[in-house]
C-alpha cells in the first residue's frame, strides 16, 4: 500500500511540472512588472488572508469591478477575529485590484 | 422612557442611518464553493461501518454573497454532507463601525478558533479536530460526537467588533443570543439530530446565549500570536430544566507560514435522572446516596501545520475526555479518555484543488486502539 501511494505522488509530481507558488508569490504570479507598493500590498495580502483560507481563493473570486474588490475586502475584514485594520484592508485592495484591472483599476480606487 | 431605551433606540437608529443604502452605490454579488470528497478506511476493522461511518462522503457548499453598501451585507450558503441538504448560513450583516456589526440569521455563533476554518477547503485535514466532531471520528455514537460539532448553524443576532491598537495590536468581542442545542424532556445529553433537523425552531422558548473575546498581537511583519476565551450557556430541553455551560481557550502562533494551534473545550451538562435513576444508568449513587444530575466533557488539540512546495504537512495530537454517569446502555466508563495521533498532507495539484493524505491512530480508553485513513481530494470555486 505505501509503494502504491509514493508512486500515485510522483506520478503527480510529474504531471504537474509548473512553478510552484505557495505564498505571496501566489498573488504576484504572470504580473510583469509588477510596482513595488503593489508587491508590498501583496504581500500584506498574503499574510492576513490566509489566517483563514487558502490563498488561491482570491485568485477565484469573481469581481466586476474595483469597487467590488472594496466591498468584498471589506465583508472579510469584519469577520470576527479577521485581524485586518481599515488600513491595511484598503492595502490589501490595492494588490487584488491590481491583479484583476492593472494600473486602471488603481486609480479608480485612489480616487 | 428609561435611560437603557433610550440608549437601545439611539443605538438602532445610528445602525439603520448608517447602513442606508445610497443612491450610488451598487449591490455586488459573489458566488464561491467548494467541494470535498474523502474515503475513511479503518483497517484494524473488518466492518468498520458499527463504529464510524466509513467509506466515501461528500461535502459541498454553495455560497452567495450580497454587497449592498460597504455596510450592509447578506450571505447564503447551502451545503450538502453527510446529513443530506442543509442551510449552512443565512444572515445580514449590518456594520455600524468596526467595533459595533449586528449579524442577523441564521449562522455560526463565534465560539472557538476552529470553526473559522470549517469549510473543507479552508483546512488541511479531511477531518476535524475531535473536540469539534460532526461525525467522522471512530465510535462517534457511543462518544455522542464531539463537545460543539463543526459547524454549529444556529438562529440569532449577534453583536461583533473589533478595536484595533494601530498595527500592532487589536480586540475582537462577540455576544450572541441563538436558539441553542436540543434535547428531549428526558435527555441524557444533546440531540445532535433533533438539533438540526427542520424545522428550524426552538424547542424552549428561551435563547442561549455565549461570548467570545480574542485579541490579535503583530510579533513582526508575518508573524502572530492569537488568543480567545469563548462561552455558552443555556437549556435544551423543552421545559428549560437541563443546563448546559460551555468554555473554551484558543491560541494560536503563526510564523510566517506556519501556523501552531491550541484549543481547550469544556461543557457540563445536566441530564435527567427521571424517576428511577437505577434503572437509567449505568452506575449508582454517591456515598451521600444521590446521584449526579450532570456530567463534564472536555477535549483538545494541538497542531503544527507547515507547507513545504507543492505539500503542506500537518502534525495534531487531539483528545475528548467524559467524566460521570453513563446510561444503562452505553459502553462507557464513568471516566472515558479517547487520544488520537494525526499525521496529515495535503498535495496541490493545480490551482486550489488538493489531494489530501491522513492517518490516525486512536487510543481509547473502553475500546481496542484503532487505525484510521483518509484520503481525499478538496478544493473551492
Known amino acids: ?44 495580502a498574503a499574510h492576513k488572508c490566509s489566517r483563514c483560507h487558502p490563498l488561491e481563493r482570491l485568485a477565484l473570486a469573481r469581481v466586476s469591478s474595483p469597487s467590488h474588490w472594496q466591498m468584498y475586502v471589506e465583508r472579510m475584514r469584519v469577520q470576527p477575529g479577521s485581524g485586518i485594520s481599515p488600513d491595511e484592508a484598503q492595502t490589501i485592495v490595492r494588490c487584488l485590484v491590481y491583479r484583476s484591472f492593472g494600473e486602471p483599476g488603481l486609480k479608480e480606487v485612489s480616487q | 422612557m428609561t435611560a437603557f431605551a433610550r440608549t437601545v433606540w439611539v443605538t438602532a437608529l445610528s445602525a439603520v442611518a448608517a447602513t442606508t443604502v ?40 454553495l455560497k452567495l454573497a450580497y454587497d449592498f453598501t460597504k455596510n450592509v451585507s447578506a450571505q447564503i450558503k447551502l451545503c450538502y454532507g453527510c446529513h443530506g441538504f442543509e442551510l449552512g448560513m443565512a444572515f445580514f450583516d449590518l456594520r455600524v463601525a468596526d467595533e459595533l456589526n449586528f449579524r442577523m440569521g441564521r449562522f455560526i455563533p463565534s465560539f472557538g478558533e476552529f ?9 488541511r485535514t479531511s477531518d476535524k479536530p475531535l473536540p469539534y466532531d460532526m461525525g467522522r471520528m471512530l465510535r462517534l455514537r457511543e462518544w455522542n460526537m464531539g463537545i460543539l460539532p463543526a459547524p454549529w448553524v444556529d438562529n440569532g443576532v449577534e453583536i461583533s467588533g473589533t478595536h484595533f491598537f494601530g498595527g500592532l495590536s487589536q480586540v475582537f468581542y462577540a455576544i450572541y443570543a441563538i436558539m441553542g442545542p436540543k434535547g428531549s424532556a428526558d435527555a441524557q445529553d444533546f440531540d445532535f439530530i433533533q438539533s438540526r433537523t427542520t424545522y428550524y425552531l426552538d424547542n424552549n422558548s428561551r435563547p442561549t446565549l455565549g461570548a467570545r473575546l480574542g485579541t490579535t498581537i503583530e510579533l513582526g511583519e508575518t508573524s502572530t500570536v492569537s488568543l480567545g476565551v469563548s462561552g455558552m450557556g443555556g437549556t435544551y430541553d423543552p421545559s428549560n430544566d437541563l443546563w448546559f455551560f460551555m468554555a473554551g481557550a484558543d491560541a494560536v502562533l503563526r510564523l510566517d507560514q506556519v501556523f501552531i494551534r491550541a484549543e481547550y473545550l469544556i461543557r457540563r451538562t445536566r441530564f435527567a435522572l427521571g424517576d428511577d435513576p437505577a434503572q437509567r444508568f449505568r452506575y449508582g449513587p454517591g456515598a451521600d446516596g444521590r446521584y449526579d444530575d ?65 492517518g490516525e491512530v486512536y487510543d481509547f480508553s473502553d475500546f481496542s486502539d484503532e487505525l484510521a485513513v483518509h484520503v481525499g481530494i478538496a478544493g473551492p470555486f
Open chain 1, 1 to 44: 500500500m505505501p509503494v502504491r501511494i509514493s508512486a500515485w505522488l510522483l506520478v503527480l509530481a510529474a504531471c504537474s511540472g509548473a512553478p510552484v507558488r505557495t505564498g505571496p508569490e501566489l498573488l504576484t504570479e504572470g504580473l510583469s512588472q509588477l510596482p513595488t507598493e503593489v508587491r508590498a500590498s501583496c504581500n500584506l
Open chain 2, 22 to 61: 445610497r443612491g450610488d452605490e451598487q449591490v455586488q454579488r459573489n458566488f464561491a464553493g467548494s467541494i470535498q470528497l474523502d474515503y475513511l478506511a479503518v483497517p484494524t476493522e473488518d466492518v468498520a461501518r458499527r463504529t464510524a461511518y466509513d467509506g466515501a462522503t461528500v461535502e459541498m457548499s
Open chain 2, 115 to 123: 470553526p473559522l476554518r470549517h469549510d473543507p477547503a479552508n483546512h
Open chain 2, 294 to 358: 450532570f456530567f463534564l466533557k472536555d477535549g483538545f488539540y494541538a497542531e503544527a501545520e507547515a507547507p513545504l512546495d507543492r505539500f503542506d504537512f500537518v502534525l495534531r495530537w487531539d483528545g475528548l475526555r467524559r467524566k460521570g454517569n453513563v446510561p444503562v446502555s452505553s459502553p462507557l466508563r464513568s471516566d472515558s479518555i479517547v487520544l488520537r495521533y494525526t499525521v496529515a498532507a495535503t498535495y496541490r495539484v493545480f490551482g486550489a484543488l488538493r489531494i489530501k493524505v491522513s
